[in-house]
């Protein structure tokens, strides 16, 4: 049956690509998504897919239910745009000044929802239920997974799967691990506050530049020197503002920065001794500061049963060379927290092509993607859901694969 229903998804490749254009065309911000959760509900409503609309605030879920009783199944999809002027000139671009799609969120949509076509038009061979989650606000924090899953997304799955198209990896390459797989993402903020005067009497003056130079530099030793060197972890300062006109000394500045992790301790750690850092220069500076750090998304973690799962499902349609165990990306993603409550696996699916010019990263102004990535994500997705479903005893295939992997 698969196989039909694989070239079922390429006849309907042209709807995906029409969809996925028509998205890029009007992208809107996180948490501002108005046209597009209402577009998302709108077809799922016309395939005769049973919908929920404003779950958790902007986003969609679908529920398909088969003929034939079984468990549940969910797959997500994100659909927020970002804050980036378009300079692709391709002529599906942006109609909406300094928004674009630069992320691939346009795809992802477009994916599902033929995803949900196919299955609809095979609702009486399905056993069990498929839930399809259009997710708002993926890009911003605190995003919009967490609140969906508050507003009961998750209720009844027992187990889910994501994709996101990858402009940086070659088309159809398949990335996956088999635990943590992107950072957790925070965000920190520091304001010094010293004392300004004349540029000509620096004795007088508690110089905010100077101390927040000093922070700074400083700041990037703790990953190099405090971090144990077989963990991973990330500090960059973004954004430093200070001062004004050239003969003053600044009497405050700021620094705005990121910090990626993937393991709690090694979280904890980085917030003690950043703040340990900043008190030592201000106190050996005279100077005072604030300090701000927001947790963002957590780690995403895959489950290593699900994960096989998936491997399986995508040497099959790939190919083994195709399907590689991929270093972690240190990159946030909220799909951590649908992780958090049921086992699952987030993958990439690799949509970049150089010979087409598609060599662009994301959050860049010119990026795109293949558009033939988004039938290789569907015909993925649509088969590890259907693999899930079919599978009769997963617990005692969970219990044959730890007894493997102790022996081997």
């Known amino acids: 049956m698969i196989d039909q229903l694989h070239k079922t998804l390429e006849t309907y490749y042209p709807e995906m690509v029409e969809l996925r254009r028509t998205l890029h065309q009007h992208p809107e911000l996180s948490f501002e998504e108005e046209q597009t959760p209402a577009m998302i509900a709108d077809y799922l409503e016309k395939l005769g897919v049973e919908v929920k609309r404003n779950v958790g605030g902007r986003g969609v879920v679908g529920y398909i239910r088969g003929a034939k009783p079984g468990k549940t199944v969910a797959l997500r999809a994100d659909f927020d745009a970002l804050p980036i002027q378009e300079e692709t000139g391709l002529p599906f671009a942006s109609e909406t000044p300094g928004v674009m799609h630069a992320c691939g969120h346009d795809g992802h949509t477009a994916t ?32 919009g997974a967490i609140a969906m899953i508050s507003d009961g997304c998750l209720e009844g799955v027992d187990a889910i799967f994501g994709t996101h198209l990858w402009s940086t990896m070659p088309l159809g390459e398949i990335g996956y691990r088999r635990d943590a797989i992107m950072a957790a993402a925070d965000r920190f903020e520091i304001d010094f506050k010293g004392r300004g005067g004349h540029g000509a009497s620096p004795h007088e003056t508690v110089d905010a530049i100077a101390v927040g130079t000093s922070v700074v530099q400083n700041l990037q030793h703790i990953v190099s020197r405090n971090v144990d060197p077989l963990k991973s972890a990330v500090l960059s300062v973004g954004s430093f503002h200070a001062g004004g006109a050239f003969n003053v000394i600044a009497d405050s500045a700021k620094i705005v920065g990121t910090v990626r992790t993937f393991e709690t301790d090694v979280q904890d750690l980085m917030i003690e001794r950043m703040e340990q850092v900043t008190k030592g ?16 998304y957590p780690a995403v973690i895959n489950d290593p049963f699900e994960t096989d799962r998936f491997v399986g499902t995508a040497t099959k349609l790939q190919g083994e060379d195709l399907v590689k165990e991929m270093a972690p990306v240190m990159g946030g993603e909220d799909f951590a927290y649908y992780l958090q409550h049921v086992p699952g696996t987030f993958f990439f699916t690799g ?58």
């Open 112 to 143: 599902l929802l033929v995803v949900a076509k196919v299955l609809m038009e095979n609702q009486q061979n399905l056993e069990g239920t498929v839930v399809l989650i259009h997710q708002f606000a993926e890009e911003l924090a605190p995003g």
């Open 351 to 408: 949509a970049g092509n150089v010979e087409k010019g598609i060599v662009y990263p994301h959050h860049h102004p010119k990026f795109d993607f293949d558009e033939s990535a988004m039938l290789v994500a569907a015909k993925l997705l649509l088969s590890v859901a259907l693999d899930f479903l079919s599978d009769k005893n997963p617990s005692l295939l969970k219990t044959q694969s730890k007894e493997a992997d102790a022996t081997s």
């Open 281 to 296: 220069v201000c106190d050996a500076m005279g100077a005072t500061y604030d300090f701000l750090y927001k947790k963002g």
